[in-house]
């Protein structure tokens, strides 16, 4: 048990936001927790207590949470965790994450994550996890990847490149697509889905649109349209903001749900039907190498198998300011090899002579 106190400089992306609000996002606090800290006296601002923690924050303004006594899930450096850097400085570092790869610990995950993985490649980010810089269980990320998908993340390598990252996601300024294929054909070219998403009634492992989530909008185009062996759609995806599964609960919601995705009515590899094992194939193992799905250990050359942690749904292209030097950066991704493998099949089945496109 330790005693902490975390501190950071409001940037100009959290200028109006409550207190509450902005330490929650910074910190990666439960809103309930913060609101606790403020009403006993433990959150400064400036130097002195809010007067109340809707308070709104000006830029500039220093912002200190005594946390109090605490046991941190401390990831531990772990170089068996595989993924891809696929840009890095001294500030931030840009990961490309398998499918099957938890990023960081949590229920049932105590190690093999990402941030294990990060710890390996990036010692810093131990070394200010230690100092109470950033958080023991998850230092530097700052936004997540499902389990199930695949594809691009930002990792803040220092404590201002982090606040300065988590506050242009709060301020929708970090632009990021996915391409995914959702069951049933979508009629409209391009289209957008606003609808508040939160947690679930009596399952809180679970989100859903509901009256009481917070406010979401995920905008779409279609790239293709499959018929055959099955109806699909091909989409290029755009998030405004970025709730948990937010994409899947929308596209299941209006009623396409990501294939692979049984958590939110989404067909089942197995179950689909698709005349000729067009993902039999590819599930046997038909150019695909094993991996280790409790890790997510792969490489560029052994693709994952598809599974039940495998969705069709993969982050391919992230841009933003660079939190330091103020450069515009992006970034691309491909698709996995087995996803790539089932598209190009479902190409084949639906036009011998070419793409089905939209």
Not at 19 to 24: G, M, N
Not at 293 to 316: K, N
């Amino acid at each position: 048990m330790s005693s902490l106190t975390r501190s950071f400089c409001v940037p100009a992306a959290l200028a109006g936001e409550r207190v509450d609000r902005a330490i929650s996002l910074v910190l990666d606090m439960p809103r309930a927790r913060v609101s606790s800290l403020v009403a006993s006296g433990k959150v400064m601002v400036d130097g002195a207590p809010p007067v109340q923690r809707s308070k709104p924050l000006v830029e500039g303004q220093v912002v200190e949470v005594m946390v109090g006594e605490y046991a941190p899930d401390v990831a531990i450096a772990d170089s068996t965790v595989v993924f891809k850097v696929v840009y890095a400085d001294e500030w931030i570092a840009v990961i490309d994450k398998p499918a099957g790869l938890v990023v960081h610990h949590g229920a049932a995950h105590s190690g093999g994550t990402l941030v294990d993985g990060l710890l390996s490649k990036f010692p810093g980010l131990g070394q200010l996890a230690a100092t109470g810089a950033m958080d023991a269980a998850r230092p530097g990320i700052v936004h997540r990847l499902d389990r199930e998908t695949s594809g691009l993340m930002v990792v803040g390598l220092t404590p201002q490149a982090f606040s300065v990252l988590s506050a242009a996601m709060t301020a929708r300024q970090v632009e990021r697509r996915y391409t995914t294929l959702v069951s049933g054909t979508v009629p409209e070219a391009r289209g957008s889905v606003d609808a508040p998403v939160g947690r679930m009634p009596g399952n809180p492992t679970s989100m859903g649109v509901t009256a009481t989530g917070r406010h979401a909008v995920t905008h779409y185009t279609v790239q293709a349209r499959f018929a055959r062996p099955v109806e699909t759609s091909l989409l290029n995806v755009r998030l405004e903001t970025g709730r948990t599964h937010q994409i899947r609960v929308h596209m299941s919601s209006i009623g396409h749900p990501v294939i692979g995705d049984t958590r939110y009515k989404g067909p089942s590899w197995k179950s689909l039907g698709l005349g000729g094992g067009l993902i039999a194939e590819v599930q046997a193992g038909e150019g695909v190498d094993e991996a280790d799905p409790g890790t997510g250990a792969v490489d560029g050359d052994s693709p994952v198998p598809l599974g039940e942690w495998r969705i069709f749904l993969h982050a391919c292209r992230l841009s933003l300011e660079h939190p330091v030097t103020g450069r515009h950066m992006e970034w691309q991704s491909s698709l996995p090899s087995e996803l790539a493998n089932v598209l190009q099949r479902l190409e084949s089945a639906c036009n011998p002579a070419g793409k089905c496109h939209a």
